[in-house]
């Protein structure tokens, strides 16, 4: 599906002794595209997540052929979600002419994403007409959020049982609307237009009960799960790939200036309630039990508990964020 050629995906047996895996084929005359970058075994769950989009054989790969997604002459997830709302339209006809303002009456889904989130967002100084440009001319000048904005939605697919359609994150659920006002919001900041950057931020708090300053970097395919009282500071970092539960904090230990907020790794999972502090480090594919409070570096693939956290174990799984148990720890 992306622009590279790895179109095919099968599944090989190892001979080895282990499990069958996953395999990426690049398509006859791919190499003329990515040299052949995207192609190989896919050796870690990790790789695997995005069902829809072939990701590649290492996690280098796997970022260029998420880029490719938004040069694919298709869009399997704006088609799902288009077909979504047509199905829920004939089964609700009193949602008829909500469904079609939010997403039939759009060509692509950084357009119906504008209008959902304007619509939201609009207060009597900012009006919904207003947001609609301002957010339609950042999405349809940005390719690194309309890759975002798609794996995102994938991503709460996949690991949120509540979510059981595509067009459920994009129209009620307001952990995915959030984390798309921010992304919005981050490219305003970096684009020095950080006073709207700033009224955007005030008013995704006030509507969602979420809180991420538009400085904060987040990756993608990231699942705020409910989102409600997320807190995530101006210094944070947070990987590709994480999950965050409601009630999460990301913050400073002070008054002090310059880098002060945590980073989190890509595929960690952070329970309900955790509070991590300070400039500290919480590796890959790390477990944050649910009201845990951090503050000290904690491990990659290892799961932290209590108040003040520590190290009990280390996770069965490579990425918690994945799976989203929230206990699966070996000894």
């Known amino acids: 599906m992306t622009s590279c050629g790895c179109l095919v995906l099968e599944k090989v047996e190892d001979h080895g002794g282990e499990a069958a895996r ?42 260029a052929a998420a880029r490719g997604i938004v ?16 199905s829920e339209a004939e089964k609700e006809p009193i949602l008829s002419s909500f469904l079609y303002a939010s997403v039939l009456s759009h060509d692509c889904l950084e357009r119906a994403l504008s209008f959902v989130l304007a619509n939201r967002l609009e207060d009597p100084t900012l009006l919904a007409t207003q947001l609609i ?20 939605a994938q991503a709460f697919k996949d690991r949120d049982p509540a979510c059981a359609q595509y067009s459920w994150a994009l129209l009620y659920l307001k952990g995915y609307q959030s984390l798309q006002s921010y992304r919005i919001a981050n490219v305003l900041w970096n684009q020095g237009r950080k006073v709207l950057a700033l009224a955007l931020q005030s008013r995704i708090s006030e509507v ?7 400085a904060a970097k987040i990756g993608e395919g ?20 994480v999950s965050l539960m409601q009630g999460v904090t990301l913050g400073g230990t002070g008054k002090e200036h310059g880098d002060r907020h945590p980073k989190i790794g890509q595929g960690a999972l952070i329970g309900a309630g955790a509070t991590i502090l300070g400039n500290i480090n919480v590796g890959e594919g790390a477990m944050i039990a649910a009201g845990s409070l951090v503050l000290k570096n904690v491990p990659p693939h290892s799961m932290a508990v209590g108040n003040p956290a520590k190290v009990v ?19």
Not at 315 to 330: A, N
Request: charged share 25%.
């Open 22 to 63: 996953g395999r990426v084929k690049v398509a006859p005359g791919a190499a003329s595209g990515c040299g052949g970058s995207c192609a190989g075994v896919w050796r870690r769950r990790s790789e695997a997540i995005f069902p829809i989009y072939v990701m590649g054989s290492s996690r280098a790969s796997t970022v």
């Open 313 to 331: 174990g280390y996770m069965e799984k490579e990425d918690p964020s994945l799976t989203m148990k929230h206990g699966s720890i070996v000894e």
């Open 71 to 86: 040069d694919s002459a298709e869009d399997p997830i704006w088609e799902a979600i288009k077909s979504e709302a047509k």
């Open 222 to 241: 990231i699942l705020l799960d409910h989102g409600t009282g997320l807190v995530i500071g101006e210094t944070a970092v947070v990987g590709n790939w």
């Open 133 to 152: 440009d301002i957010f339609n001319d950042v999405m349809m000048n940005n390719k690194d959020i309309c890759r975002s904005i798609r794996l995102d």
């Open 208 to 214: 969602f009960a979420v809180d991420i300053h538009p």
